[in-house]
């Protein structure tokens, strides 16, 4: 079956913009994560959703970080005024259940350059 | 403060030898931990995994130890083949389903 799938692949944009990262969880996977990976660093946990609410955002940076899940399948991760340290592959992540000890399956990733 | 170190960022391996990569955690209350392969422009892809009350997980080449009194882990593979180079990431769970991951050890598997 589909996997995780994350568009765009790649965003270039001008600091200061607003941009939208999109992810597809694997079709039933209740559960959903974003983080984020900047040069030379692992993944960092931004936000999770378990169905449409988000139950731990304690990753988000900031206010200008914002993530929607409205029917509890595709997430948009949406960032404002956008500054060149956002720069970084921003890694979407599913699991069937809220566990903590069930396999997240990640998406390839948005790799996001802020000019 | 890093909560899960893994402090070599490359390890050179021999085909055919076993490869050792190492982790370390500082939080107690960690109660699973996972290891994750990652190759360039892909998504990590979940390897193995190891709870708290177990000190081996095994799965074909890859052996997982924990050593809770010393905080460490370690994944051993074992023979090592070319398709084995990659980063390897290191990650903990405690309880709140958010991974956090060490800043991974990039694995080169020698012809």
């Known amino acids: 079956g589909a996997g995780v799938s994350q568009t765009p692949s790649n965003k270039v944009t001008e600091k200061g913009k607003y941009v939208e990262l999109r992810c597809d969880p694997i079709?039933?996977?209740?559960?959903l994560y974003w983080y984020r990976q900047s040069l030379g660093q692992g993944p960092e946990f931004l936000i999770y959703?378990?169905?449409?609410?988000?139950?731990?955002d304690s990753g988000l940076p900031n206010d200008r970080f914002f993530a929607v899940r409205p029917e509890g399948s595709v997430s948009t991760l949406k960032i404002q005024r956008t500054e060149r340290g956002d720069s970084a592959v921003y890694l979407c992540a599913s699991s069937p259940l809220a566990a903590g000890t069930d396999t997240q399956y990640f998406g390839p990733g948005t790799r996001l350059t802020v000019l | 403060d890093q909560q899960v170190k893994q402090n070599s960022p490359s390890l050179s391996v021999q085909e055919g030898r076993i490869s050792i990569l190492n982790c370390d955690y500082t939080?107690?209350?960690?109660?699973?931990f996972l290891w994750y392969k990652k190759y360039p422009a892909e998504g990590p892809t979940f390897l193995i995994s190891?709870?708290?009350?177990?000190d081996k997980n095994e799965d074909g080449r890859f052996t997982v130890f924990l050593n809770k009194s010393a905080k460490h882990l370690s994944l051993h593979i074992v023979p090592s083949q070319p398709g084995d180079s990659a980063v390897y990431f290191c990650?903990?769970?405690?309880?709140?389903?958010?991974?956090?991951f060490g800043k991974g050890t990039r694995l080169h598997i020698l012809p």
């Open positions: 079709s039933g996977h209740t559960a």
């Open positions: 190891i709870s708290s009350i177990k």
């Open positions: 959703f378990q169905g449409t609410g988000a139950a731990d």
């Open positions: 939080n107690s209350m960690f109660d699973y």
């Open positions: 990650g903990a769970i405690n309880r709140d389903d958010k991974i956090i």
